[in-house]
Nanobody, 126 residues
Framework: EVQLAESGGGLVQTGGSLRLSCAASGVTFDDYGIGWFRQAPGMEREPISCISNSEGITYYADSVKDRFTISSDNAKNTVYLQMNSLKPEDTADYYC???????????????????WGKGTLVTVSS
């Protein structure tokens, strides 16, 4: 059974930093990639960043490039999202999701993901 659990969300001031964690079980990073997505109230869920160790690739949305960094710890089966220089528009529920590299034809999009965590709330105050 695949389970993904996000943690690390919270309230931070503009310009501050947070590190989100996605603890994964039931998947191995040799075969699965992990993506981070976010959804603000009234908005669609959007991709933020994805990482695939087996493909050796990372992806960042333009809105977070140069501010957010995705990384993985294979020993802990955990993917991290380091978020720096946070802005009020980064406020959202953040979700991690997993995808099988061999079966994903949609890249770092919601359509490519197979399993989702329950999310963690990030609030950036102005």
């Amino acid at each position: 059974e695949v389970q993904l659990a996000e943690s690390g969300g919270g309230l931070v001031q503009t310009g501050g930093s947070l590190r989100l964690s996605c603890a994964a079980s039931g998947v191995t990073f040799d075969d699965y990639g992990i993506g981070w997505f976010r959804q603000a109230p009234g908005m669609e869920r959007e991709p933020i960043s994805c990482i695939s160790n087996s493909e050796g690739i990372t992806y960042y949305a333009d809105s977070v490039k140069d501010r957010f960094t995705i990384s993985s710890d294979n020993a802990k089966n955990t993917v991290y999202l380091q978020m720096n220089s946070l802005k009020p528009e980064d406020t959202a529920d953040y979700y991690c999701a997993s995808y099988a590299v061999s079966r994903n034809y949609y890249g770092c999009t919601i359509y490519g993901m197979e399993f989702w965590g329950k999310g963690t709330l990030v609030t950036v105050s102005s």
